[in-house]
């Protein structure tokens, strides 16, 4: 009741306002997103490959289902187990990955990781998962930046889980180039080597649980997998917020 009363209180004298369509928040919001930004976020529905979590086009969907690999996948399976995504990359989601990540609005990371909490619980097999392990940025790159996305990410889906968030277990020993111009080979080569264990300890033996914001081709967080796995880590999936089609 408290937290209500206070919200109230600081409405009236702070009018909020949605950091992307910048309209007041209203009813059916989900702070600081509005309840229209906050619905428009585009859930990803199965079916999906059962490895990478590439969503399957629709005129493949009627042949193919839940548990299938995706063409990709077949020819050559990733690093990690399996990975999910709770929405589609694009439009709002979009939006809202660029305003916290380029913005600075970091409380956008607040319904981002709701999100990935509530969708990713039926997708993730979460009584299994030991440990959370957000992809680490370098720190020249979090420095700039003031903070790492990831690391908020999975802090918000450890207080909703239980789970333990570990923002030490990997570091980005080399920067690395911008992913954004590069295509699926020059992205591998691109972050071959930059991630080192520091706490192989945690991991060891146990089901761990990347968190990133964007999975597009697979390529850092298979290399982040690779690292834990050679550390002893006994299944690595991966979890993100968009997946890009």
């Given at each position: ?102 913005g ?26 030991h ?12 420095a700039e ?13 450890s ?9 030490k277990?990997?570091r980005?020993q ?20 930059a ?5 192989s300890h ?40 968009a997946?890009?089609?």
């Amino acid at each position: 009741m408290w937290q209500e009363w206070a919200t109230t209180a600081l409405d009236l004298f702070f009018p909020p306002f949605c950091p992307l369509c910048h309209l007041r928040l209203g009813e059916r919001r989900r702070d600081p997103l509005c309840g229209s930004c906050w619905e428009g976020l585009e859930r990803l529905l199965p079916p999906y490959c059962e490895s990478c979590g590439r969503p399957f086009p629709r005129f493949e969907r009627g042949g193919s289902r839940e548990g299938s690999p995706c063409e990709a996948c077949r020819r050559s399976r990733p690093r990690f187990t399996y990975a999910r995504a709770a929405t589609l990359y694009g439009g709002r989601v979009r939006e809202a990955l660029h305003v916290l990540k380029f913005g600075g609005k970091t409380a956008v990371a607040q319904p981002l990781g709701d999100l990935l909490a509530e969708v990713g619980s039926s997708m993730v097999p979460v009584n299994d998962v030991h440990c959370l392990v957000p992809v680490p940025l370098h720190p020249s790159r979090e420095a700039e930046r003031g903070f790492n996305q990831s690391v908020l990410l999975a802090r918000r889906v450890s207080r909703r889980w239980g789970v333990p968030a570990e923002a030490k277990v990997l570091r980005r020993q080399r920067a690395t180039r911008p992913q954004t111009d590069l295509d699926a080979a020059e992205r591998r080569a691109n972050v071959k080597g930059a991630f080192e264990l520091r706490r192989s300890h945690v991991v060891e033996g146990r089901h761990v649980l990347l968190v990133d914001d964007v999975l597009t081709t697979g390529a850092t967080a298979g290399e982040c997998a690779r690292v834990l796995l050679n550390g002893g880590a006994a299944t690595v999936g991966v979890l993100t917020v968009a997946r890009v089609p």
